[in-house]
């Protein structure tokens, strides 16, 4: 079983960029895909990017789009996501969360979660 923690959150301005890192344990990491979600005070949890179990694969949300890149280090077993020209819409607890192969967009396929890192872009 892989378990997570999120860290990297922090206060930015507008169009500023912060990178978020979600370490895993876990022998196997290199057998999951990763994903990053958010959740925005008053709204339901969302996908934002996600990275699949070799890193050939990368897939993202449409807001994120062209701003947000997902990597990950196998030999550090953690995922990054990288955070450009951020907007306060982009204001949210962020979590990472792993599956075989590939995370689901859905994040209610998922019943665990852990604390998360807050982001706030401010205007």
């Known amino acids: 079983q892989v378990q997570v923690a999120e860290s990297g959150g922090g206060l930015v301005q507008a169009g500023g960029s912060l990178r978020l890192s979600c370490a895993a344990s876990?022998?196997?990491?290199?057998?999951?895909?990763l994903g990053w979600y958010r959740q925005a005070q008053g709204k339901e949890r969302e996908f934002v990017a996600g990275?699949?179990?070799?890193?050939?694969?990368?897939y993202y949300a449409d807001s994120v789009k062209g701003r947000f890149t997902i990597s990950r280090d196998n030999a550090k077993n953690t995922v990054y996501l990288q955070m450009n020209s951020l907007k306060p819409e982009d204001t949210a607890i962020y979590y990472c969360?792993?599956?075989?192969?590939?995370?689901?967009?859905?994040?209610?396929?998922?019943?665990?979660w852990g604390q998360g890192t807050q982001v706030t872009v401010s205007s």
């Open positions: 876990g022998r196997t990491f290199s057998n999951y895909g």
């Open positions: 990275i699949n179990w070799s890193g050939g694969r990368t």
């Open positions: 969360n792993v599956d075989r192969g590939a995370v689901d967009r859905n994040p209610r396929s998922y019943a665990y």
